[in-house]
Protein backbone atom coordinates (compact mmCIF):
# COMPACT_ATOMS: atom_id res chain seq x y z
CA UNK A 1 0.00 0.00 0.00
CA UNK A 2 1.20 3.43 -0.78
CA UNK A 3 -1.62 5.53 0.78
CA UNK A 4 -0.65 8.80 2.55
CA UNK A 5 -3.55 10.71 3.30
CA UNK A 6 -1.72 13.54 4.71
CA UNK A 7 0.24 14.32 1.75
CA UNK A 8 -2.56 13.30 -0.44
CA UNK A 9 -5.33 15.39 1.18
CA UNK A 10 -2.86 18.96 1.09
CA UNK A 11 -2.25 18.38 -3.04
CA UNK A 12 -5.99 18.31 -3.10
CA UNK A 13 -8.13 19.72 0.07
CA UNK A 14 -11.36 19.42 -1.49
CA UNK A 15 -11.61 15.49 -2.05
CA UNK A 16 -12.31 13.27 0.09
CA UNK A 17 -9.68 10.77 -0.03
CA UNK A 18 -10.08 7.38 1.63
CA UNK A 19 -7.64 4.61 2.97
CA UNK A 20 -8.75 0.74 2.06
CA UNK A 21 -6.95 -1.78 3.63
CA UNK A 22 -5.88 -5.32 2.92
CA UNK A 23 -9.15 -6.47 5.08
CA UNK A 24 -11.28 -4.36 2.73
CA UNK A 25 -10.28 -5.40 -0.24
CA UNK A 26 -10.35 -9.05 1.17
CA UNK A 27 -13.79 -8.53 2.47
CA UNK A 28 -14.78 -6.98 -0.92
CA UNK A 29 -13.98 -9.45 -3.06
CA UNK A 30 -15.65 -12.16 -0.79
CA UNK A 31 -18.52 -10.42 -1.11
CA UNK A 32 -17.70 -10.23 -5.10
CA UNK A 33 -18.19 -13.53 -6.00
CA UNK A 34 -22.13 -14.18 -7.25
CA UNK A 35 -22.09 -12.70 -10.75
CA UNK A 36 -22.14 -13.89 -14.50
CA UNK A 37 -18.73 -12.97 -15.97
CA UNK A 38 -15.40 -11.78 -14.80
CA UNK A 39 -16.36 -8.78 -15.85
CA UNK A 40 -19.39 -8.29 -14.02
CA UNK A 41 -17.48 -9.54 -10.86
CA UNK A 42 -14.99 -6.56 -11.34
CA UNK A 43 -17.77 -4.54 -11.74
CA UNK A 44 -19.29 -5.87 -7.98
CA UNK A 45 -15.86 -5.61 -6.61
CA UNK A 46 -15.39 -2.26 -7.37
CA UNK A 47 -19.02 -1.06 -6.09
CA UNK A 48 -18.48 -3.27 -2.85
CA UNK A 49 -15.04 -1.33 -2.34
CA UNK A 50 -16.82 2.16 -2.62
CA UNK A 51 -19.56 1.35 -0.91
CA UNK A 52 -17.78 -0.15 2.21
CA UNK A 53 -15.68 3.42 2.21
CA UNK A 54 -17.78 5.79 1.62
CA UNK A 55 -20.73 4.54 3.18
CA UNK A 56 -19.14 4.41 6.78
CA UNK A 57 -17.48 7.65 6.43
CA UNK A 58 -21.47 9.67 5.35
CA UNK A 59 -22.69 7.46 8.90
CA UNK A 60 -19.69 8.89 10.69
CA UNK A 61 -19.29 12.89 8.97
CA UNK A 62 -23.12 13.54 8.64
CA UNK A 63 -25.91 11.04 9.14
CA UNK A 64 -25.80 7.84 11.40
CA UNK A 65 -29.39 6.73 9.22
CA UNK A 66 -27.56 6.69 6.12
CA UNK A 67 -28.66 3.19 4.34
CA UNK A 68 -28.16 2.00 1.14
CA UNK A 69 -31.19 2.07 -1.43
CA UNK A 70 -33.43 -0.05 -1.47
CA UNK A 71 -31.29 -2.70 0.67
CA UNK A 72 -28.34 -4.77 0.83
CA UNK A 73 -29.81 -7.77 -0.82
CA UNK A 74 -30.76 -6.45 -4.12
CA UNK A 75 -27.12 -4.68 -4.79
CA UNK A 76 -26.15 -7.88 -6.81
CA UNK A 77 -29.08 -7.35 -8.81
CA UNK A 78 -28.51 -4.01 -9.50
CA UNK A 79 -24.15 -5.00 -10.23
CA UNK A 80 -24.90 -7.41 -12.52
CA UNK A 81 -26.43 -5.17 -14.99
CA UNK A 82 -25.25 -1.68 -13.91
CA UNK A 83 -22.67 0.43 -12.59
CA UNK A 84 -23.55 2.62 -9.25
CA UNK A 85 -25.14 2.46 -5.51
CA UNK A 86 -27.98 4.73 -4.20
CA UNK A 87 -27.85 5.87 -0.54
CA UNK A 88 -30.42 6.79 0.88
CA UNK A 89 -31.54 8.26 4.91
CA UNK A 90 -34.49 6.87 6.85
CA UNK A 91 -35.79 10.01 8.82
CA UNK A 92 -34.20 13.61 9.64
CA UNK A 93 -31.40 13.01 11.43
CA UNK A 94 -30.39 14.33 14.36
CA UNK A 95 -27.22 15.07 13.46
CA UNK A 96 -25.18 18.63 13.12
CA UNK A 97 -25.39 18.33 9.39
CA UNK A 98 -28.20 17.33 7.51
CA UNK A 99 -27.49 14.41 4.92
CA UNK A 100 -28.11 16.49 1.47
CA UNK A 101 -31.42 15.34 0.32
CA UNK A 102 -32.94 12.42 0.12
CA UNK A 103 -30.41 10.42 -2.09
CA UNK A 104 -27.25 10.15 -3.08
CA UNK A 105 -25.87 7.80 -5.98
CA UNK A 106 -21.96 6.59 -6.06
CA UNK A 107 -20.70 6.53 -9.66
CA UNK A 108 -17.18 4.16 -8.49
CA UNK A 109 -14.62 3.96 -11.87
CA UNK A 110 -10.91 2.90 -11.29
CA UNK A 111 -10.01 5.32 -14.42
CA UNK A 112 -7.13 7.45 -13.85
CA UNK A 113 -8.29 10.53 -16.36
CA UNK A 114 -10.66 12.40 -13.82
CA UNK A 115 -12.22 14.54 -16.75
CA UNK A 116 -15.78 13.32 -16.55
CA UNK A 117 -18.19 11.53 -14.90
CA UNK A 118 -20.13 9.44 -16.39
CA UNK A 119 -23.41 8.34 -14.78
CA UNK A 120 -25.18 5.47 -16.76
CA UNK A 121 -28.32 6.41 -17.89
CA UNK A 122 -30.34 3.98 -15.68
CA UNK A 123 -29.80 6.31 -12.77
CA UNK A 124 -30.62 9.16 -14.63
CA UNK A 125 -33.58 8.18 -16.44
CA UNK A 126 -35.54 5.62 -14.31
CA UNK A 127 -38.51 7.05 -12.25
CA UNK A 128 -37.45 5.33 -9.22
CA UNK A 129 -33.99 5.11 -9.56
CA UNK A 130 -32.77 8.89 -9.84
CA UNK A 131 -31.00 10.54 -7.14
CA UNK A 132 -30.65 14.31 -6.03
CA UNK A 133 -26.74 13.94 -6.08
CA UNK A 134 -24.58 11.82 -7.88
CA UNK A 135 -20.72 11.49 -6.75
CA UNK A 136 -17.95 10.61 -9.19
CA UNK A 137 -15.60 7.78 -6.90
CA UNK A 138 -12.33 7.06 -8.26
CA UNK A 139 -11.42 3.62 -6.60
CA UNK A 140 -7.96 2.44 -6.34
CA UNK A 141 -7.63 -1.14 -5.04
CA UNK A 142 -3.80 -1.27 -6.39
CA UNK A 143 -2.75 1.74 -3.63
CA UNK A 144 -5.31 0.99 -1.47
CA UNK A 145 -7.47 4.14 -1.83
CA UNK A 146 -10.54 5.43 -2.55
CA UNK A 147 -11.15 8.85 -3.73
CA UNK A 148 -14.80 11.42 -4.28
CA UNK A 149 -13.32 14.04 -6.45
CA UNK A 150 -16.82 15.45 -7.53
CA UNK A 151 -20.20 15.82 -7.90
CA UNK A 152 -23.10 16.85 -9.57
CA UNK A 153 -26.87 17.08 -9.54
CA UNK A 154 -29.68 15.54 -11.29
CA UNK A 155 -30.64 18.64 -13.12
CA UNK A 156 -26.98 19.49 -13.66
CA UNK A 157 -26.61 16.10 -15.46
CA UNK A 158 -29.98 16.25 -17.88
CA UNK A 159 -28.98 20.22 -18.88
CA UNK A 160 -25.30 20.22 -19.06
CA UNK A 161 -24.05 16.70 -20.12
CA UNK A 162 -23.26 14.75 -23.07
CA UNK A 163 -25.55 11.86 -23.81
CA UNK A 164 -23.33 8.98 -25.20
CA UNK A 165 -25.51 6.73 -27.17
CA UNK A 166 -23.19 4.16 -27.51
CA UNK A 167 -22.49 3.95 -23.83
CA UNK A 168 -25.94 4.96 -22.67
CA UNK A 169 -24.08 7.24 -20.23
CA UNK A 170 -24.62 10.65 -19.23
CA UNK A 171 -21.15 12.63 -19.90
CA UNK A 172 -20.54 15.09 -17.58
CA UNK A 173 -17.29 17.25 -18.06
CA UNK A 174 -14.80 18.06 -15.00
CA UNK A 175 -15.41 21.75 -15.37
CA UNK A 176 -18.71 21.59 -15.07
CA UNK A 177 -18.88 19.49 -12.10
CA UNK A 178 -18.22 20.87 -8.55
CA UNK A 179 -15.04 19.22 -7.10
CA UNK A 180 -15.48 20.76 -3.40
CA UNK A 181 -17.75 18.75 -1.74
CA UNK A 182 -18.31 20.96 0.94
CA UNK A 183 -19.98 22.99 -1.27
CA UNK A 184 -22.59 20.25 -1.13
CA UNK A 185 -23.11 20.25 2.18
CA UNK A 186 -23.09 24.05 2.69
CA UNK A 187 -25.80 24.60 -0.07
CA UNK A 188 -28.16 21.88 1.79
CA UNK A 189 -28.07 23.94 4.87
CA UNK A 190 -28.22 27.37 3.38
CA UNK A 191 -30.59 26.35 0.90
CA UNK A 192 -32.20 23.38 1.78
CA UNK A 193 -35.25 23.85 -0.81
CA UNK A 194 -33.35 24.49 -3.54
CA UNK A 195 -34.39 21.56 -6.50
CA UNK A 196 -32.03 18.96 -7.69
CA UNK A 197 -33.87 17.38 -9.93
CA UNK A 198 -35.79 17.60 -13.42
CA UNK A 199 -38.92 16.14 -14.17
CA UNK A 200 -38.39 13.12 -16.37
CA UNK A 201 -41.10 11.21 -18.62
CA UNK A 202 -42.44 7.80 -17.35
CA UNK A 203 -41.41 4.19 -18.94
CA UNK A 204 -44.12 1.97 -20.79
CA UNK A 205 -45.90 -0.81 -19.20
CA UNK A 206 -44.32 -4.19 -20.26
CA UNK A 207 -46.74 -6.98 -20.76
CA UNK A 208 -46.10 -10.03 -18.73
CA UNK A 209 -45.12 -11.86 -22.01
CA UNK A 210 -42.97 -9.63 -23.12
CA UNK A 211 -41.23 -9.58 -19.81
CA UNK A 212 -40.88 -13.61 -19.74
CA UNK A 213 -39.67 -12.91 -23.31
CA UNK A 214 -36.96 -10.41 -22.58
CA UNK A 215 -35.53 -12.08 -18.97
CA UNK A 216 -35.16 -15.25 -21.28
CA UNK A 217 -33.20 -13.63 -24.61
CA UNK A 218 -31.47 -11.63 -22.04
CA UNK A 219 -29.84 -14.23 -19.72
CA UNK A 220 -26.93 -15.82 -21.32
CA UNK A 221 -24.33 -14.48 -19.83
CA UNK A 222 -22.91 -14.49 -23.45
CA UNK A 223 -24.42 -11.28 -23.97
CA UNK A 224 -21.65 -9.44 -21.82
CA UNK A 225 -23.83 -5.89 -21.80
CA UNK A 226 -28.07 -6.72 -21.74
CA UNK A 227 -28.39 -2.92 -20.94
CA UNK A 228 -27.28 -1.94 -24.74
CA UNK A 229 -29.13 -5.09 -26.39
CA UNK A 230 -32.61 -3.29 -26.69
CA UNK A 231 -34.40 -0.09 -26.43
CA UNK A 232 -33.53 1.96 -23.18
CA UNK A 233 -37.47 2.40 -22.33
CA UNK A 234 -38.12 -1.18 -22.38
CA UNK A 235 -35.23 -1.62 -20.77
CA UNK A 236 -35.55 1.10 -18.31
CA UNK A 237 -39.06 -0.62 -17.56
CA UNK A 238 -37.84 -4.26 -17.06
CA UNK A 239 -35.33 -3.03 -14.49
CA UNK A 240 -37.69 -0.67 -12.33
CA UNK A 241 -39.47 -3.64 -11.96
CA UNK A 242 -37.62 -5.15 -9.22
CA UNK A 243 -39.31 -8.63 -9.57
CA UNK A 244 -38.49 -8.71 -13.00
CA UNK A 245 -34.85 -7.57 -12.07
CA UNK A 246 -34.23 -10.43 -9.65
CA UNK A 247 -35.34 -12.67 -11.95
CA UNK A 248 -32.59 -11.68 -14.75
CA UNK A 249 -30.40 -12.10 -12.44
CA UNK A 250 -30.86 -15.57 -10.84
CA UNK A 251 -31.46 -16.43 -14.43
CA UNK A 252 -27.87 -14.95 -15.80
CA UNK A 253 -26.45 -17.04 -12.95
CA UNK A 254 -28.23 -20.45 -13.76
CA UNK A 255 -30.24 -20.47 -10.59
CA UNK A 256 -33.38 -22.13 -9.73
CA UNK A 257 -36.77 -20.69 -8.74
CA UNK A 258 -36.01 -18.83 -5.78
CA UNK A 259 -38.99 -17.23 -5.27
CA UNK A 260 -41.85 -20.48 -5.03
CA UNK A 261 -43.59 -20.10 -1.63
CA UNK A 262 -44.83 -23.92 -2.05
CA UNK A 263 -41.17 -24.77 -2.09
CA UNK A 264 -40.27 -22.39 1.10
CA UNK A 265 -43.10 -24.02 3.22
CA UNK A 266 -42.40 -27.51 2.15
CA UNK A 267 -38.83 -27.53 1.44
CA UNK A 268 -36.50 -24.22 2.73
CA UNK A 269 -36.46 -20.43 2.97
CA UNK A 270 -34.57 -19.30 -0.47
CA UNK A 271 -31.23 -17.70 0.85
CA UNK A 272 -32.42 -14.47 -0.97
CA UNK A 273 -35.90 -14.37 0.72
CA UNK A 274 -34.24 -15.22 4.08
CA UNK A 275 -31.63 -12.16 3.40
CA UNK A 276 -35.27 -10.33 3.05
CA UNK A 277 -36.51 -11.28 5.97
CA UNK A 278 -38.63 -13.85 5.32
CA UNK A 279 -39.03 -16.75 7.64
CA UNK A 280 -41.35 -19.94 8.28
CA UNK A 281 -43.20 -20.19 11.55
CA UNK A 282 -45.90 -22.45 12.80
CA UNK A 283 -49.16 -20.87 13.22
CA UNK A 284 -50.72 -21.12 16.79
CA UNK A 285 -53.29 -23.22 17.02
CA UNK A 286 -55.27 -20.61 19.02
CA UNK A 287 -54.58 -18.31 16.06
CA UNK A 288 -55.97 -21.02 13.58
CA UNK A 289 -58.66 -21.92 15.51
CA UNK A 290 -59.60 -18.13 15.76
CA UNK A 291 -59.79 -18.11 12.07
CA UNK A 292 -61.66 -20.51 11.46
CA UNK A 293 -59.27 -22.97 10.37
CA UNK A 294 -58.36 -26.68 11.89
CA UNK A 295 -56.75 -27.16 15.16
CA UNK A 296 -53.53 -28.67 13.32
CA UNK A 297 -50.33 -26.29 13.40
CA UNK A 298 -48.82 -25.70 10.07
CA UNK A 299 -45.99 -23.83 8.78
CA UNK A 300 -46.76 -20.25 7.69
CA UNK A 301 -44.54 -17.33 5.98
CA UNK A 302 -44.06 -14.27 7.75
CA UNK A 303 -42.29 -11.13 6.99
CA UNK A 304 -41.29 -8.07 9.75
CA UNK A 305 -42.11 -4.85 8.36
CA UNK A 306 -41.16 -1.38 9.52
CA UNK A 307 -43.54 1.52 8.47
CA UNK A 308 -43.69 4.81 9.81
CA UNK A 309 -41.43 4.10 12.14
CA UNK A 310 -43.87 0.72 13.45
CA UNK A 311 -43.45 -2.77 13.80
CA UNK A 312 -45.86 -4.97 11.30
CA UNK A 313 -45.94 -8.43 10.11
CA UNK A 314 -47.05 -9.57 7.15
CA UNK A 315 -48.06 -13.15 6.79
CA UNK A 316 -48.66 -15.84 3.93
CA UNK A 317 -51.35 -18.51 5.28
CA UNK A 318 -52.41 -21.36 3.12
CA UNK A 319 -56.05 -22.17 3.53
CA UNK A 320 -56.49 -25.72 4.44
CA UNK A 321 -54.46 -27.85 1.93
CA UNK A 322 -51.55 -26.26 -0.55
CA UNK A 323 -52.93 -28.04 -3.21
CA UNK A 324 -56.39 -26.10 -3.00
CA UNK A 325 -54.29 -23.02 -3.97
CA UNK A 326 -56.47 -20.65 -1.98
CA UNK A 327 -54.00 -18.11 0.14
CA UNK A 328 -54.46 -15.10 2.30
CA UNK A 329 -52.15 -12.55 3.33
CA UNK A 330 -52.43 -10.87 6.55
CA UNK A 331 -50.89 -7.63 7.70
CA UNK A 332 -51.16 -6.58 11.72
CA UNK A 333 -49.28 -4.86 13.95
CA UNK A 334 -46.18 -6.79 15.34
CA UNK A 335 -47.03 -5.37 19.30
CA UNK A 336 -49.49 -6.80 21.40
CA UNK A 337 -52.82 -4.37 21.62
CA UNK A 338 -51.47 -2.19 18.66
CA UNK A 339 -54.28 -1.57 15.48
CA UNK A 340 -53.49 -0.96 12.28
CA UNK A 341 -53.96 2.91 11.67
CA UNK A 342 -56.59 4.32 9.36
CA UNK A 343 -55.45 4.67 5.76
CA UNK A 344 -53.44 1.94 5.56
CA UNK A 345 -53.77 -0.13 2.10
CA UNK A 346 -52.48 -4.05 1.36
CA UNK A 347 -52.71 -4.50 -1.97
CA UNK A 348 -52.46 -7.73 -4.14
CA UNK A 349 -51.74 -7.32 -8.11
CA UNK A 350 -50.87 -9.61 -10.73
CA UNK A 351 -47.06 -10.12 -11.76
CA UNK A 352 -47.29 -7.45 -14.33
CA UNK A 353 -48.83 -5.61 -11.57
CA UNK A 354 -52.60 -5.16 -12.68
CA UNK A 355 -55.35 -5.03 -10.03
CA UNK A 356 -57.86 -7.82 -10.24
CA UNK A 357 -61.19 -7.44 -8.43
CA UNK A 358 -61.24 -8.04 -4.50
CA UNK A 359 -57.45 -7.15 -4.57
CA UNK A 360 -57.04 -4.78 -1.70
CA UNK A 361 -58.45 -4.46 1.63
CA UNK A 362 -58.22 -0.41 2.93
CA UNK A 363 -58.03 0.28 6.40
CA UNK A 364 -61.00 3.05 7.11
CA UNK A 365 -60.08 3.35 11.03
CA UNK A 366 -58.04 1.51 13.11
CA UNK A 367 -58.73 -2.12 12.46
CA UNK A 368 -56.91 -5.26 14.15
CA UNK A 369 -55.24 -6.40 10.93
CA UNK A 370 -55.72 -6.02 6.67
CA UNK A 371 -56.21 -9.81 5.04
CA UNK A 372 -57.10 -10.51 1.19
CA UNK A 373 -58.23 -13.77 -0.02
CA UNK A 374 -57.13 -15.15 -3.00
CA UNK A 375 -57.14 -18.41 -5.48
CA UNK A 376 -53.93 -18.64 -7.36
CA UNK A 377 -53.00 -21.41 -10.54
CA UNK A 378 -49.91 -23.27 -9.62
CA UNK A 379 -46.88 -21.13 -10.65
CA UNK A 380 -48.90 -18.16 -10.67
CA UNK A 381 -46.75 -14.87 -9.69
CA UNK A 382 -48.75 -12.43 -7.20
CA UNK A 383 -47.06 -8.97 -5.95
CA UNK A 384 -47.78 -7.21 -2.78
CA UNK A 385 -47.99 -3.64 -2.04
CA UNK A 386 -48.85 -2.02 1.16
CA UNK A 387 -49.50 2.16 1.45
CA UNK A 388 -47.81 3.62 3.21
CA UNK A 389 -44.63 1.93 1.73
CA UNK A 390 -42.41 -0.43 4.39
CA UNK A 391 -39.02 0.94 4.90
CA UNK A 392 -35.88 -1.01 3.31
CA UNK A 393 -38.91 -2.87 0.79
CA UNK A 394 -38.49 -3.92 -2.91
CA UNK A 395 -40.97 -5.25 -5.08
CA UNK A 396 -41.28 -8.86 -4.80
CA UNK A 397 -42.96 -11.11 -7.15
CA UNK A 398 -44.22 -14.45 -4.97
CA UNK A 399 -44.49 -17.81 -6.86
CA UNK A 400 -47.22 -20.26 -6.10
Known amino acids: MTFNSASLAFANPTQVWLELSSTDLDRAWEQSQAFSTTARRWNAYLNRLCLNTVLPWLQQEYDRHARVFPHLAALPSFWEVVNGVAIAHLSPPQTRIALPGPRLILIPSEAIDCTEIQVPQEWVDIPSWIGDYYLAVQVNPDDGWVKIWAYCTHSQLKQKANYDRHSRCYCLKE ?5 DLNVLWVARQVCPDEPTRVSIPPLPNLSLERANALIQRLSSPNILLP ?10 ALLEHSGYRQRLYQQRLGLNEQWSVVDWLQ ?3 SQIAQELGWQKIQMQPSLAQARGETETPQPILSKELVIAGQAYELRVIPKADISQGIW ?3 LSSNKIGDRIP ?4 LRLLTEDLQPFEDNEDIAETAVDLLYIEVALEPGEGIVWEIEPHPENCDREILRF
Open 227 to 236: RLEIPFPTWG
Open 175 to 179: EDAIA
Open 328 to 330: RFE
Open 267 to 269: KRI
Open 342 to 345: GGFK
